[in-house]
């Protein structure tokens, strides 16, 4: 590619977010012995693609799923993405404890908000099962909808369902019926330009704390920083999505 205004821009904000990175450390709150123990089950998971922890890894990178540079986005490369996540309290930047607040509803709430619609109710919740008991189920089928170029008779691949008694045809059909505002957003390919949307939430959140030398640990849609600094973060998440989109947004 030729590099533009555009690009140029963009790899300049990396730039400052790296050197604030690298100007200190991120670590993990473990003895000796804890952290043998994760680096072990680490490489014997056979569930998740995890590598053993590379504490150098300090500093991010920016990928692009295609040619073009408004699809995806993200920035990877930080040790603190290839952790469980039960494992991610325990993160320490410059020695002191941390907390992380994510974008609840992320890409839902921003596709009501393309409609000039606000989503006040929990998008995940279509009904089946007793409380959250299979959100996490819903949320990956919803996502993957979005992702789907054209409607599909066979379940999207990796997603297990079984457990909430549904076949994929009924489970779609209740995620259309629940979200009847934005049904035409549905099977059209919009999961990776969703993705660039939330990169740059994350970039501007970032560049934010990085221009005062605070570090912000980012994991796709949330973001680790130290406990002093919670009420901060919330704002500043907060102040870009309503910059972007002119809706409110559940942080939690």
Known sequence: YVDNTNTNQMRDNLNIINHCL???????????????????????????????????R????????????DIGGRFYGGWWQ????????????DGKRTTEFD???????????KKGLTLS?????????????????????????VQMKEPQDRPP??????????????????????HE???????????NKLQFEDSQLAEKVMLHFAKQDIPVLPVHDSFVVQRSLQSWLVDAMSEAFSQHYDVPIDIR
């Open 121 to 145: 109710e929990d998008a995940y919740d279509i009904g089946v099962g007793k409380g959250d008991e299979h959100r996490d189920v819903i949320k990956q089928l919803f996502n993957a909808m």
């Open 157 to 178: 691949r990796d997603v297990k369902f079984s457990q909430t008694g549904k076949t994929w045809k009924q489970l779609r059909s209740l995620i259309l019926e629940k």
């Open 103 to 113: 974008y609840g509803r992320l890409h839902p709430t921003i596709l009501y908000a």
């Open 181 to 191: 505002p934005i049904k035409d957003k549905f099977f059209c390919g919009m999961g």
């Open 82 to 93: 290839n952790i469980p996540s039960a494992y991610r309290g325990l993160i320490t930047i």
């Open 58 to 69: 300090q500093t991010i990178r920016r990928i692009f799923n295609s040619t073009s540079f």
């Open 22 to 56: 690298k100007r200190h450390w991120s670590d993990l709150y473990l003895s000796d012995d804890e952290w043998e123990k994760l680096q072990q089950s680490l490489v014997s998971n056979k569930k998740y693609d995890y590598t053993p922890i590379r504490l150098h």
